[in-house]
């Protein structure tokens, strides 16, 4: 049986990852590294027809049988892939951005059928960039440094800046996915982008009022998580900022006090 | 605003991380690592009560004040920190593990208050091991690879397969830790882990009967998404695995077929 993984968030805005294949995985590996800002370097002889049209859209149908290597000084703005080498996996390419013990890669990920090439290539990657190398071989979790699992994006969804993640730790992928199917059905029609800018206006606001010190710090943090248990999670969309703010003003000169009025003052006041 | 971000579940069963600090923040940290399985060494001059009392028992008080270094052999089954080193950070520190290019720590972690000292470890562990080195620095995104997030665990405690992670990017932590709890509230009395089991047990089943070709593959895996998604997420801890597997039998050996008996019947002979 499998431990328990530590989940993270990685970002991953401007840094390079290689991605090993261009095939249907690569294409679920894309969905998720391309919302990022990740500099993507993709490797196959042959890509997917979905990944060519979503994120290769900067090689013309004439240069593509002319050329291997396809480079986007736009990428960015084009939410597609940096750089496209459409040939065989070569050793030479883990070298493309390496200066002396920098790999260049922040995450070396591999979507490829051959299975052997796929763990030399998971070997090579250790050997020359040591162990904090972080890399995931598709189907082949005793080489997986780091598992994919079922995400969901609350809100507007490739701009969304809530996200959530379910890990089976590979046990059962299906399973999960309807896990997370559930979710989003029991969480549709809150607001989180709104709930998430309120709040983030209302901790600025309160973090202008109160001192640097540690005292005034801790009183500002336990402030608004109260803030934040009182509503809950359905009504952080509809904060009067303004109104709390004044509260908080109120409640920090009065000694630092945590006498909130009571729940239903808060909801009838402070809510709009 | 920033940009979304990679969620990854990290392997790190018997990985060397290091853990800078020995405060609250470290202690919140510690209950995310141990339960990996990851071998930690955590330097701090001053270790927080819960912390040594939780993670450091294998040294005797009197130990405590005599040395500095102490290692534990038994750190796996005890669920212990593996090495407490119990002074103020030096740089030396960083190469503990280092053989050559490999720096040995999957992950350097620091939460310290000394905010000049946490950059200069984290500048430091880039200019060793390159940056490929995943490095988390508490309380200052820019330096943070990837960030912690709200985590959920299903089922019993830390030996639960199923695990969850929610991440407002840094823009509203104790938000998102109230969505996590609404999750959990949503989603209680589901038995996850005889859910992930009894999947677990017919996968296995459906395996042995299918070949290893590729069309053979294919159906299998579509055959036991059909099926997930029709018992859904409520009824997979009532499978009766041994009915399955006689149904998938039938099915792949009449033509592959994906006509499953009408939803009436399989909620009837297929739970038990």
Redesign the interface.
């Known amino acids: 049986?499998?431990?328990?993984?530590?989940?993270?968030?990685?970002?991953?805005?401007g840094?390079n990852v290689l991605l090993v294949g261009g095939g249907e995985v690569a294409l679920t590996r894309l969905k998720?590294?391309i919302?990022?800002?990740?500099r993507v370097t993709l490797i196959a002889p042959e890509v997917h027809p979905a990944v060519w049209e979503k994120y290769c859209s900067f090689i013309g149908p004439d240069e593509a049988n002319s050329r291997v290597d396809f480079t986007d000084k736009d990428w960015r703005a084009k939410n597609g892939i940096y750089r496209v080498i459409k040939e065989g996996f070569k050793f030479d390419y883990l070298d493309l951005y390496r200066k002396?013990?920098?790999?260049?890669?922040?995450?070396i990920l591999t979507c490829i059928p051959d299975k052997p090439l796929s763990e030399e290539i998971y070997h090579e990657s250790?050997r020359?960039?040591?162990?904090?190398?972080?890399v995931n071989v598709a189907d082949n979790p005793p080489l997986?440094?780091?598992?994919?699992?079922a995400?969901l994006?609350f809100g507007a969804g490739?701009?969304?800046?809530?996200?959530?993640?379910?890990?089976?730790?590979g046990?059962?992928p299906?399973?999960?996915a309807?896990?997370r199917d559930?979710?989003r059905r029991?969480?549709e029609g809150i607001d989180?982008e709104s709930?998430?800018d309120n709040?983030?206006a209302l901790r600025q606001a309160v973090r202008g009022i109160a001192s640097n010190d540690s005292r005034d710090t801790k009183y500002r943090m336990n402030w608004?998580?109260r803030c934040?248990?009182t509503f809950?999670?359905k009504n952080?969309e509809n904060l009067n900022v303004e109104e709390l703010t004044k509260l908080f003003e109120k409640m920090y000169n009065d000694d630092q006090n945590m006498q909130f009025p009571r729940e239903e003052e808060m909801f009838e006041k402070y809510l709009q």
Chains 1, 2 share one sequence.
């Open positions: 049986m499998p431990g328990q993984s530590l989940l993270l968030a990685h970002r991953l805005e840094k998720k590294l919302p990022t800002g990740s002396d013990n920098d790999s260049g890669w922040s995450l250790k020359r960039f040591g162990s904090q190398q972080t997986c440094d780091v598992y994919f699992g995400e994006n490739d701009d969304s800046r809530m996200q959530l993640m379910i890990s089976s730790n046990m059962g299906r399973f999960v309807l896990v559930e979710i029991m969480l989180f709930s998430l709040l983030g608004m998580k934040t248990e809950g999670i952080c």
